[in-house]
């Protein structure tokens, strides 16, 4: 029985198909009921060149309607200033009630910088955190993450993830909101496309 929902938090500037990947991979191995992708307006710790609606407008695009266990979060678009994850957490965890398990989907850089990250030590009382990474590049967290999390319970997944098998789906999607964006530039600031890997891959998650 599938249970609990995962937040796949970033600026998703632009969405690409290694975000889906992640999200299906984490449904399967952590027999999660849905994933959310949190879109991030205004991410404190880096900076975002395309507007918000059509991040938007994209993200709902890449997921489209055959997306039953995927869906996106505005929670961040109804504040104001900067966002950060514990202001998220905090309020959607007063939503779901106690019961809901929620589980933050990071990556390896930011589990690697997980001290840096707003009262990162309050987010295991509102989340549990699960770390996905290619294979044989996990990162180690600082050492103050590392002593604070001794004490858990950690399992390992490891599983094989096709971002390859979404791209048709991201591609035909997103080029018109992506073109509507293009055409609303000045000549020459339209922006270029991004370099992804489309190979297949292997991700490990800690959870």
């Known amino acids: 029985m599938?249970?609990?929902?995962?937040?796949?938090g970033g600026s998703f500037d632009p969405v690409h198909n290694g975000?889906?990947?992640?999200a299906r991979g984490a449904l399967e191995a952590l027999r999660l009921q849905r994933v959310d992708?949190?879109?991030?307006?205004?991410?404190?710790?880096k900076s975002v060149a395309t507007p918000v609606w059509l991040r938007l407008e994209m993200l709902r695009a890449a997921i489209g309607k055959n997306e039953q266990q995927l869906a996106v979060c505005t929670k961040e678009l109804e504040r104001t200033g900067a966002t950060y994850t514990i202001d998220t957490v905090r309020?959607?965890?007063e939503d779901y009630g106690p019961s809901m398990p929620l589980v933050l989907l990071i990556g390896a850089d930011q589990?690697?910088?997980?001290h840096t990250w707003r009262c990162w030590q309050e987010l295991f009382e509102f989340v549990s955190v699960a770390v996905c990474t290619r294979e044989q590049q996990m990162k180690s967290p600082a050492s103050e993450v590392a002593d604070f999390v001794v004490n858990r319970q950690v399992s390992t997944h490891e599983l094989t993830l096709r971002p390859a098998d979404s791209q048709h789906l991201i591609s035909r999607r997103t080029r018109l909101a992506r073109r509507k964006f293009a055409r609303s530039l000045p000549p020459g600031l339209a922006p270029k496309p991004s370099k992804r890997s489309r190979r297949g891959c292997r991700h490990r998650w800690r959870a």
């Open 2 to 8: 599938r249970r609990g929902i995962g937040l796949l």
């Open 111 to 114: 589990w690697e910088n997980f």
């Open 37 to 45: 992708f949190v879109l991030a307006p205004r991410p404190w710790q």
């Open 91 to 93: 309020s959607l965890r």
């Open 19 to 22: 975000h889906l990947a992640v």
